[in-house]
């Protein structure tokens, strides 16, 4: 049985662009930086960033784009948002209001869904 996610890995191809969307764009503190990869705290399960190989199991070419979507809990979308999209994210899918709240989506240098999500008060 499985407990829970500990670790959640996104493939890119491009490591030095990812390191800094996560970083600065989305804010989140590096633990640890190698060559290999990056890993960064959250409040959850750690994010790590690895370099794609060639044809990395998934059968998608390198740079083929992402095939990944991490969803970040906040506490106030419209400043996360603002924040990110001013720091140079790319914007899939503004603010709107769900059943369960607020979300809004952007992608990474890969093309990576990143979901901004805040829950209803």
């Not at 800094?20 to 990056?38: D, E, H, K, M, R």
Request: aromatic share 6%; no cysteine.
């Amino acid at each position: 049985m499985l407990d829970q996610i500990t670790q959640v890995t996104i493939l890119v191809t491009d490591l030095r662009k990812a390191v800094n969307f996560y970083s600065y764009v989305l804010g989140l503190p590096i633990i640890v930086q190698t060559p290999q990869g990056a890993e960064f705290r959250t409040d959850g399960v750690i994010l790590a960033v690895k370099p794609r190989t060639p044809a990395d199991q998934t059968g998608k070419p390198a740079g083929s784009g992402g095939s990944t979507q991490v969803t970040f809990q906040v506490s106030d979308l419209d400043v996360a948002f603002t924040d990110a999209k001013g720091r140079g994210a790319k914007v899939m899918a503004p603010p709107r209001t769900v059943e369960a709240g607020r979300l809004a989506r952007l992608l990474d240098p890969e093309g990576n869904i990143i979901e901004l999500f805040e829950p209803e008060a």
